[in-house]
């Protein structure tokens, strides 16, 4: 059977792009042949990855860079499809092209949801105002469509993302089917879509992917560490304002603590300007996995606590190394981490509930060991990409049967 996945890279390679990954790799690995159509760069050894579990990749273009190149590819991709048993829109496309498919391959078409596009949807996923996403949006747009799209986005921003939202209701609604990375994506989904039948299925990590990293760079370091880390892209519904607030009311009182938020992102000035007095706190850019893998390997704990977070992949990763990771209750992290169990579930609105969750993992030793246990434990037994991958798989051939 033939299964086409696309995925478009909105700037960088995250969680998304790490397991749009290893779905391809593990279903090849299951005998299907598939191809990954993918825009945006690939690391090295994920490249690797994919060529040696004879997984295609081949480039999926942005449709308004270049109107006449790009609009004759569209034409030619959706031919293309056309061979295909099977097309996996894997967290995002093109819009323009998602509605495309839909027109033409709605009964062979299957979504998988991390989230609906927050650029147009921001409202309905968190509550916020989309229009707090202009300068991402336009940054983005940028560096996929071009300058001059970017400039036309820029000035007419409401009118786009309106009429954006529209053709991405109309092409989902047509989909063959629709299944998202959690259970509260799963309502998201739903509100924002009006359908009925969504399936689940969360996302899973390679566990060994780090662990090789580390092993190859001089093992883990004690879990007696004094050293908390948080890490994700440094966007206003990530939160670090509240969480910086929170720090403020511990690292004080621990002179001997240090906490490392990790990440890139428009805030990242305005967050190095507030936090100019936290001395033991430090704000670093993005890192590969490598150098990832070494503060996973090193911390004490992981803070995650997005106003809304669908499910993030970093509390699992954490896992693997077994520390344990304070999250948001508003999201889909309470489906992976349990309250007491493998780590603190708070309000992410309210910075005390933050610290207090800081200052307990800071002080507890016996807590830590016994909370990282139970996230490592959990991880491996139902969270991992070939597990994901295998319940992905099963659904849609359901459908498809």
Known sequence: MKIAILHTALGRFGGAERLCTFHAIHMSRMGFNVDLFYYGDIPNHMMKMLIDNEV????????????????????????????????????????????????????????????????????????????????????????????LFSRFLNKFFRLIANATRIMDYISTRRLKLVITNSEFTKEIVRNVYKLENVEVVHPGIEPELFKNFVKNSGGEQPSKSRIGISVGALLPFKNHKTLIKA?????????????????????????????????????INGLNDDGLAQYYAKTRFLVHVAIVEMFGLVPLEAAVFGKPSIVSKYGGMVEFIKNGENGFVVNPLNADEIANAIEELLINDHLVEKMGSKAR???????TAEESTRKLTKIVMEVFS
Do not use: M, Q
């Open 247 to 283: 720090l403020r009311k511990v690292l004080p009182k621990h002179s001997d603590a240090s906490f490392y938020i990790i990440g890139d992102g428009p805030l990242r000035e305005e967050l190095i300007k507030i936090s100019s007095d936290l001395k033991n706190l430090r704000i």
């Open 56 to 147: 295609n990749v081949l480039k999926l273009a942005p449709s308004i860079s270049n109107f006449r190149v790009e609009t004759n590819r569209i034409i030619e991709l959706i031919r293309v499809l056309d061979k295909y048993d099977i097309i996996l829109i894997h967290h995002h496309i093109d819009p323009l092209l998602k509605f495309s498919i839909s027109l033409r391959y709605s009964n062979k078409t299957v979504w998988y949801c991390g989230e609906p596009l927050r650029t147009i949807w921001e409202d309905k996923v968190s509550g916020l105002s989309y229009l707090l996403n202009r300068s991402i949006a336009v940054k983005t747009a940028s560096t996929i469509y071009g300058e």
């Open 377 to 383: 434990e959990r991880v491996y037994n139902g969270f």
